[in-house]
């Protein structure tokens, strides 16, 4: 079990970092919302739980939370710069489907 990250968005995640000053790293969820079911969570993480996975990419760390690593395995986070927009993406094996606006997925 792993996830995973690309240099983009390994550079994106450490500028945040660096701008936030603090943290252990970065955590990569799932929560249940819209059409589909499931939506994918990003935080900045300070203090590990007992359940945590922890990913080390470089000098970064993603933490997945074990109920969201069932759903997120083999995952990759991407950062991509389409037009005038910019964000993470995910590039999830798991998914079976995404909903009309691609705000969330099953699995």
Do not use: W
Not at 33 to 45: K, M, P, Q, R
Not at 57 to 62: A, F, P, R, Y
Not at 85 to 106: A, D, I, M, Q, R
């Amino acid at each position: 079990m792993a996830i995973s990250m690309t240099t983009a968005a390994a550079e994106r995640v450490r500028s945040f970092m660096q701008n936030r000053g603090k943290g252990v790293g970065l955590r990569v969820g799932v929560k249940t919302t819209g059409c589909s079911g499931l939506a994918y969570v990003l935080e900045f993480v300070d203090t590990l739980n007992d359940d945590d996975e922890v990913f080390e990419h470089d000098d970064l760390k993603l933490i997945v939370d074990g109920k969201s690593l069932v759903y997120i395995d083999g995952t990759q986070l991407d950062f991509v710069k389409e037009g005038l927009n910019e964000g993470f993406k995910f590039n999830n094996p798991n998914v079976n489907g995404e909903c009309g606006c691609g705000e969330s997925f099953t699995v």
